[in-house]
């Protein structure tokens, strides 16, 4: 079985994150980058397929720029076995759609994979549509918001569990699986995976290499743009109450005055 999991670079959350000014877009080079905290997962839950199914093999799959490649040693040295890196300055201010459609021609360089597996969403855009859109794009079953995965013979079902209560899906391979942070904890690489990352094969492709028009990518591709930002404002100090009495009817009053009641 070929699993393929995507996994992206993102901003540290515990980092101050910032937008460029020329363009609205998230400024990736004035923070910290790590893997996903949710892309770990995607990379545990198909390494537990692989350690499950003899003869498996997991590749990674990201877009990013150069420094993106410290993502991937991550997943590597958990144990996935490859990845590829899809990595061209055109590439800059993609929106989701055409993120989407830049990862489903990545994929399909990657000889008969049979099941995709990506987090629900980034930390750094909380879109939460790419996975469902890459499955759309390569013709195939999307599963998502999974807590739980299996994997029998040609087909795979997932638990889902919501608010509203669990559902099972079931769909034949290949399929796309998104998973949620309820899924698994990551292991930690161990000094020798970390080794051994440093071995394992990484192929890079620009836009050229993967088929890909550079219309289609980027800010000038972009379905979506930024017209305006600006940062967060401070808080401001809150209203104390002094209780006098009628303590009760000003806290209301205020409440009142902020539509929450």
């Known amino acids: 079985m070929n699993i393929v999991v995507l996994v992206k670079q993102v901003p540290d959350t515990y980092s101050e994150r910032k937008l460029d000014a020329s363009d609205g877009t998230l400024d990736r080079d004035a923070t910290d980058a790590v893997l996903d905290e949710i892309n770990e997962r995607a ?41 590829v ?6 590439l800059a201010g993609s929106d989701a ?5 830049a990862l489903a021609k990545v994929i399909g360089t990657v000889d008969g994979f049979d099941l995709v597996l990506a987090g629900n969403e980034a ?10 859109m890459v499955a759309d794009l390569l013709g195939v079953p999307a599963l998502t918001h999974a807590r739980e995965i299996t994997v029998e013979g040609s087909s795979v079902t997932v638990r889902r569990e919501t608010d509203d209560g669990v559902t099972v899906l079931t769909a034949e391979l290949p399929a796309v699986v998104s998973v949620g942070e309820k899924i698994n904890e990551p292991r930690y690489p161990s000094f020798k995976g970390i080794m051994a990352a440093k071995k394992k094969p990484v192929t890079t492709l620009s836009l050229a290499d993967a088929g890909i028009d550079a219309g289609e990518v980027g800010a000038a591709g972009a379905l979506s743009s930024v017209t305006s930002a600006q940062p967060k404002p401070p808080k401001s100090a809150g209203e104390k109450v002094t209780d006098e009495g009628d303590g009760g009817q000003r806290i209301a009053a205020f409440l009142v005055s902020q539509k929450l009641i």
């Open 97 to 101: 759609v055409s993120t989407a459609k």
């Open 123 to 132: 930390s750094d855009g909380r879109g939460g549509a790419t996975p469902a």
């Open 43 to 83: 990379v545990e839950a198909a390494l537990q397929i692989k350690e499950a199914n003899d003869g498996s093999a997991v590749t990674v799959v990201t877009m990013g720029p150069d420094r993106a490649t410290e993502a991937i040693r991550k997943a590597l040295s958990m144990g996935a076995d490859k990845a």
């Open 85 to 90: 890196h899809l990595s061209d300055g055109a």
